[in-house]
């Protein structure tokens, strides 16, 4: 890695997370960490044109860290204490010896990010944490992804931080009987910063799209170090095979197009392709978990040619199965929208009726839509008009609220 | 606001004051004894919760029985990370105190009246991390009956 030559910014960013993720987890300090590994990356920009990059940078910068770490604590009363946990680096004859040319560095992101995902955390810190640590984001570029001003996550990022390091929460990977509930919360997490990049992509806002590849980025990492994980490979799936379709997913005036009139020729079949074959693998073990398979129900329809060709059976058996492993309102909505394409619109309807008594549901516009869609195809046009004009009442995006209003209208028209 | 006298928590807990007192010097505890490892001190703090209109409820009715708490008391002595333990006497029996800015003594009777839950009893452990404090603070009994606060004790 990283040939004499080779700009120095390019090695950077992913030396960063992991250098942070060692340090954090040795000193169970992330402002510490945070501040070394600046330092530490400042003097390789200061060294490395002189001397060229050494052969193994992450572990130039590793050592390099370390001994600021140390220098820093020797010189702060306050961080004195750490120096318990320090006994072999704090040995003077070890920081003498030269920095170790093959010294293998273990990648300590997985820690960290169980440690940014610690239940003693609430949702948002533990969301803000990870992108800000794993995913290297600025804290005012993490503010304007979520719509908060910048001091506001400033805050937040310190008490999460103060949290960590005053409760000792541990840089750890939990134990066998933990991990089930502890790998949950990291994964919701990831996806959480997938979803709210994703539902905004009709604002342009470049920003925001950015938490999408930043989400793929952390279950590309997250794979990387739990590769046998099907939890983990089926999360990377089904990002890879929902963000596929980006390209498609907003027409030219910023109107967003319903999967059924998606330009199908416009989606990346790369992503395709990686994202069904990591499917593949995820449903190799069983019992399956929902998140392979939801990523089966995206790769059912991304390698559809068209919404008519689409293996609805396929798609509603898989929403049987996901309903049976995660029986939420959600998933109901989706059986239903898949029954309605297998079985026919009344059947599909009816299923929707029987949801009505979720205000979960009716409180958002994707009931209401797809309402709207199966009275539609059922000839009920007046009533369609109602539902869709009702849930572009309900949607959040400019692109949902155009796409919405125009499906109002053309029920609307007689004829 | 109704308050009523939650079973029999609070008179549990003033009968164990002495045991785990007894206990503590029986097994050799004391706070110098973990100095100069790796460790972090945590109170676990005992909630009950108030009955009544409004009050918050606890997952399990009823209240934990005096053998539960020895036998927990027992464990945190065997495992070695027991610094301290203490527990109330019913929330019933306090007394408040507060001074004004005339430094006059205002002093009244009872639990505060606007708090939803007491504090029944704590234990002071010495672990390496916030999950073995979780852990712990999860097998303790009061963790069914009410809840257990983990806090970590400040060094100065």
Same mark, same amino acid.
């Given at each position: ?21 060692? @340090? ?37 910068? =590793? ?13 702060? =009363? ?7 946990? /320090? ?6 004859? $070890? $920081? ?34 990870? @992108? ?7 804290? =005012? ?14 805050? $937040? ?25 502890? @790998? ?54 089904l990002m890879l095979l929902t963000d596929a379709r980006r390209p498609a997913r907003v027409d030219g005036h910023g109107i967003a197009v319903s999967l059924e009139d998606q330009d199908r020729g416009l989606w990346d079949t790369s992503m395709i392709d990686e994202g069904a074959r990591l499917t593949t693998h995820a449903l190799r073990h069983h019992p399956p978990n929902s998140w392979s398979v939801q990523a089966a129900i995206a790769a059912v329809h991304d390698e559809a040619p068209s919404a008519q060709e689409t293996d609805w059976r396929q798609v509603r058996l898989l929403y049987d199965e996901l309903f049976a492993l995660t029986p939420t309102p959600v998933v109901a909505l989706n059986r239903a ?37 199966? /009275?539609?195809?059922?000839? $009920? ?12 009442? @309900? ?21 | ?34 100095k100069g490892r790796a460790s972090v001190k945590y109170m676990l703090l005992i909630m009950g919760f108030r009955e009544g209109e409004g009050m918050p409820k606890p997952p399990s009715s009823g209240a934990p029985s005096a053998e539960e708490f020895m036998a927990y008391q027992q464990e945190l002595g065997q495992a070695g990370v027991l610094v301290d333990s203490g527990l ?69």
């Amino acid at each position: 890695m990283g040939p004499a030559g080779e700009p120095i910014e390019a090695v950077f960013r992913e030396e960063r997370g992991r250098l942070l993720a060692l @340090l954090a987890a040795r000193f169970g300090d992330l402002d510490l960490a945070e501040e070394v590994t600046a330092e530490a990356l400042l003097a390789a920009v200061e060294t490395w044109p002189r001397s060229g990059v050494p052969r193994e940078p992450l572990a130039w910068l =590793a050592t390099t860290a370390r001994r600021k770490a140390i220098d820093r604590i020797r010189r702060d =009363a306050t961080l004195a204490t750490k120096l318990a946990t /320090l006994h072999a680096d704090a040995d003077p004859a $070890r $920081r003498a010896e030269p920095v170790p040319e093959h010294e293998h560095i273990p990648d300590d992101r997985l820690q960290l990010m169980f440690a940014c995902c610690h239940p003693a955390l609430d949702l948002d810190t533990q969301t803000g944490l990870t @992108l800000r640590y794993l995913a290297g984001l600025s804290t =005012a570029e993490i503010a304007q992804a979520f719509l908060v001003p910048p001091a506001t996550m400033a805050q $937040r990022l310190t008490r999460g931080k103060r949290k960590i390091q005053q409760s000792r929460i541990p840089f750890r990977v939990p134990g066998p009987d933990e991990l089930e509930g502890r @790998l949950g919360l990291v994964l919701h997490v990831v996806y959480l910063i997938f979803t709210e990049g994703y539902a905004a992509t009709g604002h342009h806002d470049l920003v925001r799209c950015d938490l999408v590849d930043e989400a793929i980025r952390l279950a590309r990492i997250l794979h990387r170090l739990m590769p046998g994980e099907p939890r983990v490979t089926g999360l990377l799936a089904l990002m890879l095979l929902t963000d596929a379709r980006r390209p498609a997913r907003v027409d030219g005036h910023g109107i967003a197009v319903s999967l059924e009139d998606q330009d199908r020729g416009l989606w990346d079949t790369s992503m395709i392709d990686e994202g069904a074959r990591l499917t593949t693998h995820a449903l190799r073990h069983h019992p399956p978990n929902s998140w392979s398979v939801q990523a089966a129900i995206a790769a059912v329809h991304d390698e559809a040619p068209s919404a008519q060709e689409t293996d609805w059976r396929q798609v509603r058996l898989l929403y049987d199965e996901l309903f049976a492993l995660t029986p939420t309102p959600v998933v109901a909505l989706n059986r239903a929208i898949a029954i309605s394409w297998h079985e026919g619109p009344q059947a599909g309807l009816d299923h929707l009726e029987a949801l009505a008594g979720e205000p979960g549901l009716t409180r958002q516009h994707h009931w209401h839509a797809a309402r709207g869609h199966t /009275l539609a195809r059922l000839g $009920r046009h007046t009533a369609a008009a109602k539902a869709y004009r009702r849930a572009s009442e @309900l949607a959040q995006t400019p692109a949902e609220i155009a796409y919405l209003s125009s499906r109002a209208e053309k029920n609307t028209t007689p004829g | 606001m109704l308050i009523t006298f939650n079973g029999g928590f609070p008179v549990i807990c003033s009968f164990l004051v002495s045991m785990a007192r007894f206990s503590n010097r029986l097994l050799g505890v004391s706070d110098h004894r973990t100095k100069g490892r790796a460790s972090v001190k945590y109170m676990l703090l005992i909630m009950g919760f108030r009955e009544g209109e409004g009050m918050p409820k606890p997952p399990s009715s009823g209240a934990p029985s005096a053998e539960e708490f020895m036998a927990y008391q027992q464990e945190l002595g065997q495992a070695g990370v027991l610094v301290d333990s203490g527990l109330l006497h019913s929330f019933e029996d306090a007394t408040q105190v507060q001074v004004n800015d005339a430094g006059e003594r205002l002093v009244t009777n009872g639990p505060f009246a606007e708090s939803r839950e007491y504090l029944g009893g704590y234990q002071i452990i010495d672990v390496p991390d916030l999950d073995a404090a979780l852990d712990w603070a999860a097998r303790c009994p009061g963790a069914k009956y009410g809840r257990v606060e983990v806090r970590p004790l400040a060094e100065f």
